[in-house]
C-alpha cells in the first residue's frame, strides 16, 4: 500500500480538522480530536504544523480557498458584468446547513485571538472582496454600471451580504435565500447605478 506523500498527508490533516471545526467550532477544536478522527497520533499532527493556532489557520484557509475557487470558476462562465454580479450574489447567501459559511463566520470570532487565523482571514477576506471589486471595475468599464469608487462600493455591498449571511446563519427563519439576493440586488441599483428592474430583466439562471 502507497504511503501518502507529505503534501497528501498535510490535506488530509487540513480536511479532518475542517470537519472536527464544523462539528465542534474553531474555539472547542483540539488537536487530540483531529488525531482520534484520523486515527494518527497528535505527534503527527505536530510533525506538520507547529501548534494549534497554525493548524486552525491554514485548515480555515484550505477551505476557504476551495470556496473562493469556486466562486471564481461560476463567475467566470457569465458573460456580463450584471450577470457576474448576480452569480456571485446567489452564491453569498448561505444554503441550509452551509458548512463553508459556518467556517467563514467562525473564523471572523477565531481571528480575535488568533493571530494566525486574523492574518489569513484578512487575506481572504480581502480577496473575497477584490472578486466584487473586479465585477464592478469590470462592468464601468463596459458602460453596464456607473460608479466613481468601485473600492467603496465592494466594501459596502461586502459588508451587506456578510452581516445577512451572519443572520441567515445564527437566526433560523428570520431571513431567505431569495431574501438575501433581494436585499443585494437592491443596494447594487443604487451603488451602481441600475434601474430598479435591472436584474428582473435577466433571464434567470438554471
Known sequence: MRRPTVDERRAEILQTTCNVVIERGFAATRVA?????????????HYHFD?????????????????LDR????????TTALAKLDRIFQVWAPEEDDYAWMLWIDSWGEALRNDAMQEISQELDLR??????????????????RCTD???AAWRLSALADGLAIQMAAHS???????HRTH?????CAELGL??????????RK
Open 33 to 45: 480530536d483531529v488525531a482520534k478522527q484520523l486515527g494518527v497520533s497528535t505527534g503527527l499532527i
Open 184 to 188: 443585494l440586488r437592491t443596494a447594487a
Open 173 to 179: 427563519g428570520v431571513l431567505s435565500k431569495s431574501g
Open 51 to 67: 501548534n494549534k493556532e497554525q493548524l486552525l489557520a491554514e485548515a480555515f484557509k484550505f477551505a476557504a480557498r476551495q470556496d
Open 128 to 145: 473575497s472582496k477584490g472578486q466584487l471589486e473586479t465585477i464592478i471595475r469590470d462592468g464601468v468599464a463596459s458602460g453596464e454600471f
Open 150 to 152: 468601485p473600492n467603496g
Open 195 to 204: 434601474q430598479p428592474d435591472a436584474f428582473a430583466a435577466r433571464p434567470r
Open 71 to 78: 466562486v471564481e470558476a461560476l463567475i467566470e462562465g457569465a
